[in-house]
Nanobody, 115 residues
Framework: QVQLVESGGGSVQTGGSLRLSCQASGSINSAPLMAWYRQTPGREREFVATIFSNGATNYADSVKGRFFISRDNTKNTMSLQMNSLMSEDSAVYYC?????????WGQGTQVTVSS
């Protein structure tokens, strides 16, 4: 079993930045992909960004150019740098990873953007 623990959430004003981190309890070196999702009350969890084992990335259109995903396999961490935050970015952000062939989720971290 692998645990994923998010950190870095909080409250920020519109236009501000936050950096989320996801710490895995095991190695992510061979994880084919790691990703961030987010969810607001009453809505389905939605894809935000993913990073593959070769470093390739993919972003939701709503965050492209503002959010940047990265991973450090030596530290078993993944990060999401969020810039130019908008109120519609407010959500619980979840870390996700395919590790040793199984999907894992973190418990989520709240991001609140206010004007």
């Amino acid at each position: 079993q692998v645990q994923l623990v998010e950190s870095g959430g909080g409250s920020v004003q519109t236009g501000g930045s936050l950096r989320l981190s996801c710490q895995a309890s095991g190695s992510i070196n061979s994880a084919p992909l790691m990703a961030w999702y987010r969810q607001t009350p009453g809505r389905e969890r939605e894809f935000v960004a993913t990073i593959f084992s070769n470093g390739a990335t993919n972003y939701a259109d709503s965050v492209k150019g503002r959010f940047f995903i990265s991973r450090d396999n030596t530290k078993n961490t993944m990060s999401l740098q969020m810039n130019s935050l908008m109120s519609e970015d407010s959500a619980v952000y979840y870390c996700n990873g395919i590790i040793d062939g199984s999907p894992y989720w973190g418990q989520g971290t709240q991001v609140t953007v206010s004007s």
